[in-house]
T-cell receptor
Framework: AQSVTQLDSHVSVSEGTPVLLRCNYS??????LFWYVQHPNKGLQLLLK??????LVKGINGFEAEFKKSETSFHLTKPSAHMSDAAEYFC????????????FGGGTRVLVKP | DGGITQSPKYLFRKEGQNVTLSCEQN?????MYWYRQDPGQGLRLIYY???????QKGDIAEGYSVSREKKESFPLTVTSAQKNPTAFYLC????????????????FGPGTRLTVT
């Protein structure tokens, strides 16, 4: 079994300040972890993925995430928010043993203030 | 350009009618998936298929049906038995390999917003 908890349903930041989106996971398998972003009325775009190589993963648009097995966490960060970062972000866990089905967190909506 | 296409972008139907949502991919992926997203919520899996002519129910399959006659195509039919069909529907595809323990990322289409009145 696997599950994902995104600890904040909404995050508000000022443009140019750091962004932190928190994610904890649970999995009976050796999981892969992903962050996806969704802009309004659009599909999901992959930001980055962890699949057991380096624990610090760099993604697109300046985002990165750190896999911490001891804390079962996979938090997403960006050093400086941009207005275009306003969107919903989903933390996702997957494992081949689970049929490669994705298990989604509830999402974190990010608001960027000018 | 490789990717996933869903059509139409917006779809309106009267209650009691079946409706079919299209999903096509040219990524040569074996696996395809259908999700439903309701306002303010994450995605819920409806059906998935790992190989042509085979598919499995996801978490909320009741009132939906699918077919997988071609590798590139995975249409979803929303039947009149689906009690609350108005939602945003997303199709996705991925590599599938039984030799790997890791899960593969899924690539998503742009979605179809279905409104049933």
């Amino acid at each position: 079994a696997q599950s994902v908890t995104q600890l904040d349903s909404h995050v508000s930041v000022s443009e140019g300040t750091p962004v932190l989106l928190r994610c904890n996971y649970s999995s009976s398998y050796s999981p892969s972890l992903f962050w996806y972003v969704q802009h309004p009325n659009k599909g999901l775009q992959l930001l980055l993925k962890y699949t057991s190589a380096a624990t610090l993963v760099k993604g697109i648009n300046g985002f990165e995430a750190e896999f911490k097995k001891s804390e079962t966490s996979f938090h997403l960060t960006k050093p400086s928010a941009h207005m275009s970062d306003a969107a919903e972000y989903f933390c996702v866990v997957s494992a081949q043993a689970a049929g490669n089905k994705l298990t989604f967190g509830g999402g974190t909506r990010v608001l960027v203030k000018p | 350009d490789g990717g996933i296409t869903q059509s139409p972008k917006y779809l309106f139907r009267k209650e009691g009618q079946n409706v079919t949502l299209s999903c096509e991919q040219n990524l040569n992926h074996d696996a395809m998936y259908w999700y439903r997203q309701d306002p303010g919520q994450g995605l819920r899996l409806i059906y998935y298929s790992q190989i042509v002519n085979d598919f499995q129910k996801g978490d909320i399959a009741e009132g939906y049906s699918v077919s997988r006659e071609k590798k590139e195509s995975f249409p979803l039919t929303v039947t009149s038995a689906q009690k609350n069909p108005t939602a945003f529907y997303l199709c996705a595809s991925s590599i599938f390999s039984q030799d790997s323990l890791k899960g593969y990322e899924q690539y998503f289409g742009p979605g179809t917003r279905l409104t049933v009145t």
